[in-house]
């Protein structure tokens, strides 16, 4: 539950990526979140969802909650091949054809931890709700 007293929400894992990158963009503005943080964790999320279709048969679901301070989204899938390790992959490198998904959601995400149980495995991200104008800065510090 969040504060609110509200049950998470929670989505199937369909081929519709489109679909649900709409339904956590529209869930993650309602909780606070704007602007390019926003836009990093509907991509992360996206980027999780496509893992599960790739690599565990599209068998898992997508959920989330919120408080003051942060949004959290949990992608489940029912193969459980992800271990927590899995959560430090570093840059593939651009000779790589793939496996950039775990890394990119590391750099757009403020946390990102992978668990594993009978269940399946989930990966969390969690971005924190930042009063408007107040995300990254676009350059580097001067």
């Given at each position: 539950m969040d504060r609110e007293g509200h049950a998470p929400a929670q989505w199937p894992i369909t081929d519709d990526l489109s679909m649900l990158r709409g339904q956590v963009n529209d869930y993650a503005a309602r909780a606070g979140l704007a602007g390019v943080r926003l836009q990093d964790l509907v991509l992360a999320v996206n980027e999780a969802a496509a893992n599960v279709l790739d690599h565990a048969h599209g068998e898992g679901h997508v959920e989330a909650w919120h408080d003051d301070g942060s949004v959290t989204v949990e992608v489940h899938d029912r193969l459980g091949?992800?271990?927590?390790?899995?959560?430090?992959?570093?840059?593939?490198?651009?000779?790589t054809l793939r496996g950039r998904g775990l890394w990119l959601m590391r750099q757009l995400c403020d946390e990102v931890r992978i668990t594993r149980n009978a269940d399946g495995s989930a990966v969390l991200l969690r971005q924190a709700i930042e009063p408007a104008g107040?995300?990254?800065p676009l350059g580097p510090a001067t």
């Open positions: 091949r992800l271990v927590p390790a899995h959560a430090d992959a570093g840059n593939p490198g651009v000779t107040a995300g990254r």
